[in-house]
Structures are given as C-alpha cells and as structure tokens.
C-alpha cells in the first residue's frame, strides 16, 4: 500500500466513491456526483500511477485522442448546421462574446503563469488552456442556469471552428516564450482532434434525424468536403509529406470522417427509428467515461510534478476559471447586454474545452507537463460551473426570453 502524506490510499478513494453516490440523494449536489467520481478516479491514479500509464506494451495515453474524438463527435451529432445561424440571428452577443472568449483567458492565463513562476511547460499548459474555445459543459451550465442557451450553442460552435487558426496563433504569441511551439502542427492537431470528428457528428445528424432537406444536405456535404480537402492540403504544403501520402490520408480521412457517418446515420435511422435519446444517452456515458480516463492518464504521467506544484496549480487554476466568469459577466454588462446573455457569455469565457488542451498537450509530446493544467481545471470549473448555475437559476432574470431554446439537434 502507497500513503501519500500519511494518509492510506484505499480509504481517501472510498472516501469519495461513497461521497459520490451519497450527494445524489440531495438535489442541490448531486449533480457533484460526476466530478466527486472524478475526484476518486484521480486520486487513484495518484497512489497507483502504474495502473495507468501502461498495460504491457501498449500506453494508455494514445487513449487520449482517440477518446476525444468520439467525444467531439457526440458534440457534433447533437448540433446541426441551424446552430451557426446564430451568428445572424445575434451579432453582437456573439461578437462579443468571441472577443471576450480569446482575450480574457489567454490574457489571463499567461499573467498567471508569469506571475506564479511555474516551470516553463506546466506555465504553456495554462495558457494553452486559455487559448481553447470552450466545450459542451458550458451549454450544459447555460441550460441549468436558464440562461441563452441558444447564444451558448452559437458561441461554442464558431470558437470551435476557429480554434485551429486562433488556439496555435494565441500559442504562438504567448506560450512561445516557455516552449517552443509549432503553429502548423499544432492547427492541424486541433483539425484532427476536434474539427473533423464534429464534421462527422454533424454529418450524421443531418442524415439520421431527416430535419435536412437534400438541398441543404447536399450543400452540407461539400461544406464539409471542402473542410477534409483542406486539411490535407495544409498536411502536404507544411508537413513534408508526399502527393501519394497526402492522398491515401485524404481517402482515410473521408472514409472515417464523411462516408462512415453516413452509413452510421442509415443504419441507426433504420434500427432506432430515429429516436434521439438512445444516441444522446450513449454519448452522453461515453463522453463521461473519457474525460475520466483522460484525466486519470494524464494524473498518472505527471503524478511526480503534480505532488511538487500541485496545490498551487489549483489555487492558479482557480483563480483563471473565476477571472473568466468575472470579467466575462462584467464586460457584457457593460456593452449593455441582457442579464440572460451576460451569464450565458461569463460561462463560456470560464470554462474551458480541457480535453482538447489534453489532446494538444499529448501531441506536443508534453501531457505529463502541459497537459497537467488541463486535467487540473476540468473538475474544477465543473464544481465552480455548476454551483454558478444553480445560484444562477435560483435568481431568474429579467432580460429578453428570445432565442432560448433547449432543441440543439
């Protein structure tokens, strides 16, 4: 048995299991559940490392992208191409939140990694966490705090879209100084991890659900052919691969990323009848199930610096999570926005896609280091996003009701 500081691993991890399934009996924490869960899982991973880091041969941290994907794809089947209308439908609450959402945070996260003096890798993987769009968890958190869930759903998909430009570019300025930073590889990272899985959702969502007309199906596909051909023009001009090479990753990436969707999309339509709930409840635990094993690998690798750092890493995490929400609600305020889309913009600036920080960490060849304030700031910003929304919710408010919605399919 391993005692971290006196105190024996089996009971710390019993300790939260049971914590985790006792709050859902109370209505006000069990939706903790999840991040407690997480908190055993971590802590796990911290006396017993081994157990994660390798199971013979073979790495369990080259888990960690294909995991991602399967999540950005459960991101991209429950959005459609209705959702980036949003952008029309509301300009400036998009505008501004876009400008909040890649200014404030990465601003934020290198006055911190400044400040704090971290190592200059852990000091990259807190800006690198500032530099990425936000995630799912903030549409949840809108939803729960009734705010505009439809400005959420907006906001989220276009910073989504434009991560591979903005993320490496904000890198590139402000983590260049602690690593080195390789803007191309780094833009072509995020097309692999995040835009070309969501393409896929996407794809499959205009099939299975039949809202699409075949016009806009049709015009979707080459949206979305264009975006793969893209992808592999920029892999032949600046990764020094060859014609030949570049087209065989070209037919893959379409076989993974437009045809299979496809034939996906057919086949559940045909055994589900289209039913939604069924894939909403299986990306829902698959999503669930790897950020968890994302975040207990990247525990496991950087156990050593995390017992070092690790406190003041969280005080750092915390401090940028709560300085996204302040500075996120009191600058919308300030532009005159409505209550509901202050909250909805404070929420997406705090938090935070930590699992395509993790991706972009490991494809750094740095997860145990880089990739250690991601893994930090997810549970956290879950805790800080959650009791936020719910003193949120308690507290309705008044502001314009148009555009909130909760169908994002």
């Not at 009971?11 to 006000?28: K, N, Q």
């Not at 393409?199 to 949206?223: D, H, P």
Request: net charge positive; with cysteine; charged share 10%.
């Amino acid at each position: 048995m391993l005692d971290w500081k006196g105190i024996p691993g089996p009971s710390l991890i019993a300790f939260f299991t049971f914590l985790a399934f006792g709050v859902r009996g109370s209505e006000f924490f069990k939706s903790f559940s999840y991040t407690i869960m997480i908190f055993a899982a971590v802590t796990i991973s911290m006396f017993y490392p081994q157990l994660f880091i390798q199971w013979g041969g073979f790495r369990l941290e080259t888990t960690i992208v294909p995991l991602l994907q399967i999540i950005m794809f459960g991101m991209g089947s429950q959005m459609s191409f209705r959702d980036f209308a949003g952008v029309v439908k509301m300009p400036k609450g998009v505008f501004l939140g876009l400008t909040c959402q890649f200014t404030i945070m990465p601003l934020v996260g290198f006055a911190i990694a400044s400040l704090f003096g971290f190592p200059p890798e852990i000091g990259a993987g807190i800006i690198l966490v500032g530099a990425s769009p936000s995630g799912l968890a903030s549409n949840v958190m809108s939803f729960i705090a009734k705010a505009n869930l439809a400005l959420s759903v907006t906001l989220t998909a276009v910073a989504t879209m434009l991560a591979p430009l903005i993320t490496p570019s904000l890198m590139k300025l402000l983590a260049g100084q602690f690593i080195p930073v390789d803007f191309w590889d780094m833009m072509l990272g995020i097309i692999n991890i995040v835009i070309l899985p969501i393409v896929a959702g996407l794809i499959f969502n205009a099939v299975a659900y039949g809202r699409e007309t075949r016009k806009s199906i049709r015009i979707q596909a080459l949206v979305y052919l264009l975006i793969i051909a893209g992808k592999n023009i920029i892999l032949y001009r600046t990764a020094g691969v060859g014609a030949v090479e570049a087209l065989i990753q070209l037919l893959k990436d379409l076989g993974w990323f437009l045809v299979l969707p496809v034939l996906g999309a057919l086949a559940f339509k045909h055994l589900a009848k289209g039913n939604k709930k069924y894939l909403d409840r299986a990306m829902a635990f698959l999503s669930m199930a790897g950020i968890g094993v994302i975040i207990v690998v990247i525990t496991a690798a950087g156990r050593d610096s995390l017992l070092e750092i690790g406190f003041i890493l969280i005080l750092a995490c915390l401090l940028h999570n709560c300085t996204g929400y302040l500075l996120g609600y009191w600058i919308c305020r300030l532009a005159g926005m409505d209550e509901r889309s202050c909250r909805t913009i404070a929420l997406e600036v705090g938090m935070q896609n930590g699992g395509l920080a993790s991706g972009i960490a490991l494809q750094m060849g740095k997860v145990a280091t880089v990739g250690l304030a991601p893994a930090v700031f997810g549970p956290m910003m879950n805790i800080t996003g959650s009791s936020l929304a719910t003193w949120w919710r308690r507290k309705p408010a008044n502001g314009n009701e148009n555009g909130i919605t909760t169908d994002t399919a």
